[in-house]
């Protein structure tokens, strides 16, 4: 499957900003679906994940209450709304797929086959 990631742009603190993974090849109900990023001089880090079939998610604690994942199987496509920008958010993400016939929603980027372009997100304070 390939990705790409798109929605990046600079906002200011306390704005929102809806990022979109498009995908491509095979069913993409057939993968658990990622989001990651790294920072400036930062190591890459998990930020949500969702199931195959979307009931399961999960969240890096520095987001929980302010980022949401969802996904649309039918339009191959996944989402993070991400809202109450902080500068601390500043990064580049990206969006990676999972193979899987569970309803995991893995936190470990290792655990990711795939991976998109990354988009940069730009947060001013």
């Known amino acids: 499957v390939q990705l790409q990631a798109s929605g990046g742009g600079l906002v200011q603190a306390g704005d929102s900003l809806r990022l979109s993974c498009t995908t491509s090849g095979r069913t993409f109900s057939d993968y658990a679906m990622g989001w990651f990023r790294q920072g400036p001089e930062k190591e890459r880090e998990f930020v949500a994940s969702?199931?195959?079939?979307?009931?399961?998610?999960n969240y890096a604690p520095s987001v929980k209450g302010r980022f949401t994942v969802s996904r649309e199987n039918a339009k191959n496509a996944g989402y993070l709304e991400m809202n109450s920008l902080r500068a601390e958010d500043t990064a580049v993400y990206y969006c990676?797929?999972?193979?899987?016939?569970?309803?995991?929603?893995?936190?470990?980027?290792?655990?990711?086959?795939?991976w998109g372009q990354g988009t940069l997100v730009t947060v001013s304070s």
């Open positions: 990676a797929a999972k193979t899987t016939v569970t309803g995991d929603a893995p936190s470990r980027d290792r655990e990711y086959g795939y």
């Open positions: 969702i199931s195959r079939g979307g009931r399961v998610t």
